[in-house]
């Protein structure tokens, strides 16, 4: 039965959202021009308009949850992004896989900003909220799905299947209702993806911020006045959009295959670039607020990064980076909408910041290479820089859009090697970052000529020296560049160590936080420079084989061939593959598949045997068992040392009809390194290719081969009873007992032959690790054999890439330094700002 409440309430709430938020523009624009006696009247119009925005907004929200969670498929979006294999924590990530549900997403951290700044701003409130709303009105319009004529403005995530799919099955039942949907994209199937996106949209609309007390000042003539309550939101942005790039950083190392975290995708670099264009926004904001000067650039810098924002998000969602980027939306139609969005934006912004540019204050006095102006002003060029060489680039698919829209040809095409490419240049741009950093930090807390400069840098420079030597030599770094990254990441970590060494003696803790984030850029670089530049593949074809005639020769000569049970060398570990197991709810770990079996219902199996983890007994042989995402298998890899066992690694993949295999690694970590590892083929045991059958005659205790294992014939027993199967008086039930060895395990096959009356049947014993199938073809009394018929196809095997990434901690650690050190200036600026607008000079 089809339930249509839930899609037309949540239908009904976006179109409440969209008229509240062009309701709450109105009013908060008339409240911010009102006369004084008026202002308290629209005031409290404007908050109840929002209040009712909000809770449409959440009503939204809700309502497409509640039609994942209760898998009602007879609407598209829940068809096409959920199913009931799926538990709790990946039905929240197929909330937001889709356009729409990111919308929402968006949508919703938007509410939740605005609801904070109408409570924490006095002044700011009519102005900042003006440009919230009308924000939201275009967010809001992304997922109306109002369709006029040929015009269509937004795609609603509340249709109904029928309606959006004109499948055979509707004319003949329009009430039909799907079984299942078709589930989440594998590669989100994983925690990360719970809560990376989340972060990243709270970064994207965190931007909005600092952009709406900007426009709220240019409009209001408070050219400077917005920068004090903008700048502990404009750090708080960049620490979210900061978080949301190293979780999806982390993410991709945890999930993906292509051996890293960072891989320079047009998706990666669409949000590294607002995140860059943030940081020196900060920085020059911070410059005006000490000395008064570069007020201009950091108007420019705060549009360009919301202004980006939206960039990215049309990049992202209108399907213009199909072909060059692996995980970019397809175009649902809005790309004019979304273009659209961001042109009345930039308009808009330009427009005020043009209209107002000869009166926004300057300062006339020329920078000092000894001030900290002149520092703060060549770190923004060089991190404006580091934006422009990346979404140049990106943007290519954008520009050969256009040219063809007006009937041209463009033949540009992004760099085939993006990591080459990119890294060339931004690993100098990076260097100069991280020397700025340390040297300016100096000009910052201390006035300074050239020769206090000098004696300020003498001691940080001796031991940042010395430790870059001790990196070098131990670290065998040996090219010039990365020698060059070394010393300038040395450097600022020294430097910036030196200074917040005497901040916290002098002062509190709370001016720290610039020293921290800086400390964390040098982690950083040579955590980079260690996992990404001296990472290190360890797995060798040694077999001769050619494992895909797709792969490229180097792809074949990168990977490792593992025979289930077969002890195989990798550098200083020999590798076992132990066979394929599954997740099983409530029972911590892994379990072997051999120990299941499954039923015709999703994540359903049964156990054969006992269930044992950690000493402990969960399930009982015949009892049901949940699993969880039952198409995921995990293959087990034992490592070993000097023959004593050290750790397991379980990489996972699946096989997906529309994708092809479908791999995730499994990393091992060390204090120093990780050994990261991933399956690129598997053996696929479904449909197996049997070979011709053989046959042999053996008597009890003998010992023969099948294909290259030793078998044992240990004895035959006869059978009272059989599971499955009754057995009636004069029925004669034999099993055979085989032992088969693999290497170090002991396998048993157990075919079974049973008589009844004229007629014979065969249960045979199938190992699919092994390729062997065993029937009991014939009992043989007068001469005491067993006749058995063997048939063998592939053994069990994976193909696995090994790589060590040398020092990776150090880069994780940096990005916790970096954050901690955001949240120390958030904390510091905001109080800063409470403090004046108590005093009501905000």
Do not use: C
């Not at 729409?100 to 701003?121: C, D, P, Q, S």
């Not at 409009?219 to 708080?236: C, D, N, Q």
């Not at 430097?495 to 984030?517: E, Q, W």
């Amino acid at each position: 039965m089809i339930n249509t409440f839930a899609g037309n309430l949540g239908h009904f709430a976006v179109i409440l959202a969209f008229v509240s938020a062009v309701v709450a523009a109105y009013s908060y624009y008339q409240y911010t021009i009102a006369p004084e006696m008026e202002k308290a009247n629209w005031k409290r119009f404007s908050r109840a308009v929002f209040y009712i925005h909000s809770l449409a907004s959440v009503t939204i929200a809700i309502s497409l949850f509640e039609i994942i969670y209760n898998h009602r498929f007879e609407y598209f979006y829940a068809y096409s992004h959920s199913s009931k294999a799926l538990p709790v924590h990946y039905m929240i990530s197929s909330f937001w896989e889709g356009q729409e549900g990111a919308f929402i997403l968006w949508i919703f951290w938007n509410v939740v900003l605005g609801l904070i700044l109408i409570h924490t701003n006095k002044f700011w409130e009519g102005p900042v909220m003006v440009v919230f709303a009308l924000v939201q009105a275009f967010l809001v319009s992304m997922i109306l799905g109002v369709v006029i004529g040929d015009l269509k403005i937004g795609s609603s995530p509340f249709i109904l299947l029928r309606d959006a799919m004109s499948a055979p099955i509707f004319q003949i039942n329009p009430d039909f209702v799907p079984e299942d949907g078709t589930g989440l994209n594998p590669l989100l199937q994983n925690i990360w993806m719970v809560i990376h996106p989340p972060t990243l949209f709270l970064g994207y609309a965190s931007t909005l911020v600092p952009f709406a007390f900007l426009i709220g000042g240019l409009a209001t003539k408070k050219y400077s006045e917005w920068v004090r309550p903008a700048l502990p939101w404009a750090i708080f942005s960049a620490m979210i959009l900061g978080m949301g790039i190293i979780m999806g950083a982390y993410w991709a190392y945890v999930t993906l295959n292509f051996g890293g975290y960072w891989n320079w995708d047009p998706v990666e670099n669409a949000v590294y670039v607002p995140w860059l264009i943030m940081i020196a926004a900060i920085h020059t904001m911070i410059t005006f607020k000490k000395s008064s000067t570069a007020l201009k650039s950091s108007i420019v810098l705060v549009i360009a990064s919301f202004i980006l924002v939206l960039y990215a998000t049309f990049l992202v969602r209108s399907g213009v980076l199909g072909d060059s980027s692996v995980h970019s939306f397809t175009d649902l139609g809005l790309s004019g909408q979304l273009l659209i969005y961001m042109l009345f934006f930039l308009f808009v912004a330009v427009f005020l910041a043009a209209k107002n540019w000869k009166n926004i204050p300057t300062s006339e006095k020329e920078a000092s290479v000894y001030s900290r102006e002149f520092w703060i002003f060549i770190g923004a060029i060089t991190l404006s820089l580091m934006a422009f060489q990346v979404i140049l680039p990106t943007s290519i698919p954008v520009w050969n859009a256009i040219v063809e829209s007006l009937g041209g040809i463009s033949n540009m095409a992004p760099p085939a090697d993006q990591v080459g490419f990119y890294t060339k240049f931004q690993l100098w741009f990076a260097v100069v970052l991280a020397l700025l950093t340390a040297v300016g930090q100096f000009f910052w807390w201390n006035k300074i000529d050239g020769k206090m400069l000098r004696e300020a840098l003498v001691m940080p420079y001796i031991i940042s020296v010395i430790l870059s030597a001790v990196i070098i030599v131990f670290g065998k770094v040996y090219d010039l560049a990365y020698i060059i990254v070394v010393l300038a990441a040395t450097f600022t970590i020294v430097a910036n160590a030196t200074i917040l060494t005497k901040l916290i003696k002098k002062t509190t803790f709370k001016l720290a936080g610039g020293s921290l984030a800086h400390i964390g850029l040098g982690l950083i670089l040579i955590g980079v420079m260690f996992s990404s530049g001296y990472s290190e593949i360890i797995s060798f074809n040694m077999s001769g084989l050619t494992y895909s005639n797709s792969w490229e020769d180097e792809l074949n000569k990168e990977h490792v061939l593992l025979w289930i049970n077969k002890p195989t060398q990798i550098k200083e570990f020999t590798a076992i593959y132990r066979g394929r197991q599954k997740k099983v709810e409530g029972v911590p770990g892994y379990v072997n598949v051999n120990l299941l079996k499954s039923t015709d219902n999703t994540n359903e199996a049964i156990a054969l045997e006992d269930i044992t983890a950690r000493g402990r007994t969960y399930f009982k042989k015949g009892e049901k068992v949940t699993l969880i995402l039952e198409e995921n298998d995990y293959f087990q890899i034992d490592y070993f040392k000097d023959d004593v066992y050290k750790f397991s690694l379980n990489p996972m993949s699946q096989f997906n009809s529309s994708m092809g295999l479908i791999s995730s690694p499994d990393s091992r970590r060390f204090v120093n390194r990780d050994l990261y590892t991933f399956v690129s083929a598997i053996n696929d045991y479904e449909d197996p290719e049997w070979r011709e059958d053989e046959f042999f005659e053996v008597s009890p205790g003998e010992t023969f081969y099948i294909s290259d294992f030793v078998t044992t014939f240990e004895s035959g027993e006869v059978l009272t009873e059989l599971d499955g199967i009754e057995l009636k008086e004069g029925d004669v039930a034999v099993k055979a007992k085989l032992v088969v060895m693999d290497y170090d395990k002991e396998k048993r096959l157990e075919p079974i032959f049973i008589i009844r009356g004229n007629q014979v049947g065969r249960i045979p014993s199938v190992d699919n690790e092994l390729g062997v199938k065993v029937e009991l073809e014939n009992i043989l009394p007068e001469s005491n054999k067993f006749s058995f018929k063997v048939n063998r196809y592939q053994k069990d095997y994976v193909v696995l890439k090994a790589i060590v990434k040398p020092q990776i901690n150090i880069l994780w650690i940096g990005t916790i330094i970096m954050l901690i050190g955001f949240s120390v200036a958030i904390y510091r600026r905001y109080d800063e700002f409470s403090k004046m607008r108590d005093k009501g000079l905000e």
